[in-house]
């Protein structure tokens, strides 16, 4: 009722609206980007213009790289890396099965060796370790050259969060699932929490949300990885400059086989609109 009636071109009132509610109603997160993203199709609409080039249209194709669901075998996901390579993936990003940090260790060893040094590699831990467990991982990582680590323990740990940068060499991507789209980001970014900021349009508020995540991350001289795929974050992918891919989830061969015919035009590595 808060928005029936209201103009739907003035998405940051709106916007802002939400977020009033979400102080005692507290909504599931992913919930504050739905009516964002509803309200920015209309504005595309009437302006006869894909949303991307409304949010500032840096770019209209972009790199995307093969993430992996997780596997029980290593045989499982040299398949599904190998089908990756050949559709024409450049970059690989694991996730791992809920197993000891020594088995994750030998398997990242394993993917390395298969691929070889060339292939860009980067690991997303879904949040399953402490500070521990997440260093040990993070200095086999760096031995291996992978190009980032991802969200190895839960948002709310900033403190090891920071430690492990300092620790750590190889840049640390956090912050996907944390609340407070950017009022929550500048929080990792003051305690030198992360060295790539997440943003997204179903964990950050839609459109308005992640552009505004993206954009303190870039004033701060951080990249801002948009995370997850799909038509809206694809939008915001081609609006951000410092973004550098988007995630297209692979699952098996046959999935990745069938992405040349999929929703988004997708060719040699690269996903258009």
């Not at 040094?117 to 086999?140: C, K």
């Not at 948002?155 to 407070?180: H, N, Q, V």
């Not at 009022?183 to 949300?209: H, L, P, V």
Request: with cysteine; charged share 25%.
């Amino acid at each position: 009722s808060e928005l029936l009636g209201k103009n739907p071109l003035n998405t940051e009132f709106l916007w802002k609206r939400m977020w009033d509610i979400d102080r005692l109603e507290e909504f599931p997160l992913y919930f504050l980007g739905v009516p964002d993203i509803a309200l920015w199709d209309i504005k595309g609409k009437v302006a006869n213009l894909p949303v991307y080039q409304l949010l500032g249209g840096y770019r209209d194709s972009i790199p995307a790289y093969a993430s992996t669901t997780s596997y029980d075998t290593e045989k499982e996901y040299f398949e599904v890396i190998d089908a990756s390579l050949e559709e024409g993936y450049t970059s690989i990003k694991l996730h791992l099965r809920f197993w000891d940090v020594k088995t994750n260790a030998k398997l990242c060893r394993a993917v390395r060796e298969h691929v070889g040094d060339d292939v860009e590699l980067t690991l997303d831990a879904s949040a399953i370790w402490d500070y521990q467990d997440s260093l040990y991982i993070g200095r086999v990582l760096e031995d291996l050259n992978y190009y980032w680590y991802e969200e190895p323990m839960r948002e709310f740990d900033l403190e090891s969060y920071r430690k492990l940068c300092d620790a750590l060499d190889i840049p640390i991507l956090a912050a996907e699932c944390s609340d407070g789209a950017h009022w929550n980001a500048a929080e990792f970014i003051r305690r030198g929490a992360c060295d790539i900021m997440r943003t997204s349009t179903q964990y950050k508020g839609g459109f308005t949300g992640g552009m505004k995540v993206g954009q303190l991350a870039e004033a701060n001289g951080m990249r801002a990885e948009v995370h997850g795929h799909g038509i809206a974050n694809l939008h915001l992918a081609l609006a951000l400059p410092n973004n550098t891919y988007y995630e297209d989830i692979v699952v098996d061969a046959a999935d990745i086989k069938s992405k040349s015919q999929g929703e988004i035009p997708f060719k040699n590595g690269i996903v258009t609109l």
